[in-house]
């Protein structure tokens, strides 16, 4: 579950990425200097930078609530059989109920000691002791069924709680994240035009750049075809990216599941050395590991850089990405 704290940082970090966005905005539309692509490509990195963490912890509350989704489902199916016991047996303590109440509690008695002789006498008081234990153990069945219902349905309860809380809290991010993508769209057609999408080759070079075979070279070549496909925040194909759904996407067609947040990826992978790289392996970029890739050989990456562009290609060694690290799944 997304705890409070989780929820708020998101928060700080987007209201200072907002001033940062109308800031820069502002700076791009003063007559008096207009900044070069350059500088207007230094801007988007920047903000990109502050604002590509919020869109992974988005990912990450987004799949924690459809994972807490999927737990009241099996709850819910899982509890019908006895909810359906409660409640035939709950009609039948209402009848008795109803019984009592109109003929009095005595009524049985009086029926049994009228309607036979001092010779049966012993039978009726049997039959008697018998009515009377069958009408409390319906009672006490009832009220034990009722106990384990409520102690099933408690979780339940706390789990559509929990994720009404979440789905409020994802709504209010999706709206803050979409805010800020359009602000830097503004400073993207800037530097590029009506398109919005950077320049140059988005495959300079064969894709995957080195063959080889495996689930690492299935989910390789997975990804280089997906290039030209546009970069769509919170999405994981099969017709948009973001950087974490390029590689779980990828990696899903090699039958390798991937959580769809860049944190988990990490956690899920096991650690390999920039020596031991092979075409599949996954590429993490900044300390926090905000953004990543995939590797595809001759030292080259996949991946779905930022919003208004496009799956591409670049150089391992880019300076605008700082490596943290690489990993392995599978």
């Known amino acids: 579950m997304a ?9 700080r970090v987007a209201i200072a990425l907002a001033a940062v966005l109308v800031a820069v905005v502002g700076t791009g539309t003063n007559a008096e200097a207009t900044p070069s692509i350059s500088d207007i490509e230094g801007q988007i ?25 999927g737990k009241v489902a099996t709850l819910k199916r899982q509890i019908e059989p006895l909810q359906v016991q409660v409640d035939l047996t709950m009609t039948r303590v209402s009848a008795l109920s109803t019984q009592l109440y109109e003929h009095g509690a005595t009524s049985p008695l009086d029926a049994l000691l009228n309607s036979g002789t001092p010779a049966t006498m012993a039978d009726q008081l049997s039959t008697l002791d018998a009515m009377a234990h069958r009408q ?20 339940l309860d706390r789990l559509v709680a929990t994720e009404s809380v979440q789905d409020a809290s994802l ?16 400073l993207r057609r800037q530097a590029y035009g009506a398109s919005g999408k950077a320049g140059g080759s988005l495959q300079p070079v064969a894709c995957p750049a080195e063959l080889t075979t495996g689930k690492g070279a299935i989910a390789a070549k997975t990804a280089c075809q997906q290039i030209g496909k546009s970069y769509i925040w919170a999405t994981a194909g099969p017709r948009t990216f973001d950087c974490s759904g ?8 090699a039958g390798v599941t991937l959580g769809h947040f860049t944190g ?40 779905a850089p930022t919003t208004g562009d496009v799956v591409r290609m670049t150089q391992l060694s880019n300076p605008y990405l700082p490596i943290a690290g690489f990993r392995r799944p599978g």
Not at 46 to 64: M, R
Not at 136 to 155: C, E, M, R, V
Request: aromatic content about 10%; cysteine-free; hydrophobic content about 35%.
């Open 246 to 253: 390029l590689t779980l996407y990828a990696w899903g067609k």
């Open 136 to 155: 409390s153990d319906t009672i006490q069945g009832a009220a034990d069924l009722l106990a384990k219902y409520n102690a099933q349905k408690q979780p």
């Open 45 to 69: 990195n920047e903000s990109w930078n502050k604002l590509e963490p919020l869109v992974e912890q988005y990912n990450e509350l987004h799949s924690q609530l459809l994972q807490n989704q």
């Open 3 to 11: 705890s409070a704290r989780v929820l708020t940082r998101p928060r």
């Open 264 to 303: 988990w990826q990490w956690s899920e992978t096991k650690s390999v050395s920039r020596s031991q790289l092979q075409p599949g392996d996954l590429v993490f970029y900044f300390s926090d590991h905000h953004h990543m890739g995939m590797y595809v050989g001759d030292g080259w990456v996949v991946h």
């Open 171 to 186: 709504a209010h991010e999706k709206t803050t994240i979409q805010k800020q993508m359009d602000n830097l769209q503004v």
